[in-house]
């Protein structure tokens, strides 16, 4: 069974960091792309940032210059260098993968259960 396992979340301050990681276990063929969404409450998820499997990077504006999106493709993470928090992106985290999980089949989307990010002013 595929699972996409999120860490890192907590609460911090306001001008602070935080490190999001996305593990993907189980039995896969490849991953192609893979990112990160946000859901505030109330709010519908959002793209946050995503990454190629050659490494190109996209951003939401909200975050350009403050997140890092990175992946480590020997094993199997992404990360999510978060830096100069603010009390709006306090939500909740959710890790995305685009994988094939045989070579036959198509690439299908996969999602983690989400990290809480809490950022006090």
């Known amino acids: 069974q595929v699972q996409l396992v999120e860490s890192g979340g907590g609460l911090v301050q306001a001008g602070g960091s935080l490190k999001l990681s996305c593990a993907v276990s189980g039995y896969i063929f490849s991953i192609n792309g893979m990112g990160w969404y946000r859901q505030a409450p109330g709010k519908q998820r959002d793209l946050v940032a995503t990454?190629?499997?050659?490494?190109?990077?996209n951003y939401a504006d909200s975050v350009k210059g403050r997140f890092t999106i990175s992946r480590d493709n020997a094993k199997r993470t992404v990360y999510l260098q978060m830096t100069s928090l603010k009390p709006e992106d306090t939500a909740v985290y959710y890790c995305n993968a685009s994988l094939r999980r045989r070579s036959w089949s198509d690439d299908m989307d996969y999602w983690g259960k989400g990290t809480l990010v809490t950022v006090s002013s």
């Open positions: 990454i190629t499997s050659s490494g190109s990077t």
